[in-house]
């Protein structure tokens, strides 16, 4: 299963869409990374490919093959 690389260039969304697709969401991230949202600029540990900021609901992305640089974590938009 690729994981999809060729996104991490992309905008958060087609990151998430990617991620998703692949059905690896959910799954855990070898290295959990604090981040502070974009949008609220509140602290929260994202776990996962896909995960939510647990105060504005922000979602953000990264491709599994692209986890082990907290800068490849990109922004979707809020509820996405």
Do not use: V
């Given at each position: 299963m690729g994981c999809g690389?060729?996104?991490s260039q992309k905008g958060g969304t087609a990151i998430v869409d990617k991620v998703r697709m692949?059905?690896?969401?959910?799954?855990?991230m070898p290295?959990?990374?604090?981040?502070a949202c974009v949008q609220?600029?509140?602290s929260f540990i994202m776990e996962t490919y896909v995960a939510t900021c647990p105060n504005c609901e922000m979602v953000y992305g990264v491709?599994?093959?692209s986890a082990s640089d907290v800068t490849n974590i990109?922004?979707?938009?809020i509820r996405y």
């Open positions: 690389c060729g996104t692949k059905g690896m969401a959910d799954e855990l290295t959990a990374y604090e981040l609220c600029n509140e491709t599994p093959c990109k922004p979707a938009a």
